[in-house]
């Protein structure tokens, strides 16, 4: 099967990127998040061998990308001075760096345990169906589903 151009795929998932990327890693990172992205599927899409759900793959790499993001915040060092930690770098993003529809279902949704919260950004914010973020999160279908349920029943909970 031929692969559509390149720029027919960024013109018309640019948007889901960049929704995702920002909603995954914060407004100060979510730009960068979206560019890597491109970056890598640029890089790949010559060896791509399907273009079946290109939309689910794009969206995986940025969450990839996203979790590379995490992982290096996790690891920069932090500098001390006059015996109190100074916070080095952006701020991590929090519920109050993502542009809220409803501020206090975001403060929810963060409290959320990490895979959780990812399931339910992927399958709410990026629509993807639980194939894809089973794919993205390295889990099964089930587990996916599970993670979604799992994560809607304590937003539900916390709603009573």
């Given at each position: ?34 560019q ?17 759900n ?66 339910l ?40």
């Amino acid at each position: 099967m031929a692969l559509p151009p390149f720029q027919q795929l960024v013109d018309a998932h640019w948007r889901d990127v960049a929704r995702l990327a920002r909603a995954l890693a914060g407004p100060i990172d979510g730009d960068d998040v979206a560019q890597q992205a491109w970056l890598q599927a640029y890089a790949a899409y010559p060896s791509l061998r399907s273009a079946t759900n290109l939309r689910g793959w794009l969206l995986t790499i940025t969450h990839r990308c996203a979790a590379d993001v995490h992982r290096a915040r996790a690891r920069r060092a932090t500098p001390a001075t006059d015996d109190v930690l100074v916070a080095h770098g952006p701020p991590v993003a929090g519920p109050e760096s993502i542009e809220p529809i409803d501020p206090q279902l975001w403060q929810r949704i963060w409290r959320l345990p990490e895979r959780q919260r990812e399931a339910l950004v992927l399958r709410y914010v990026a629509d993807l169906d639980h194939a894809a973020i089973a794919a993205a999160l390295d889990t099964s279908s089930a587990m996916s589903r599970r993670l979604v349920s799992d994560a809607l029943a304590t937003l539900r909970k916390a709603d009573s």
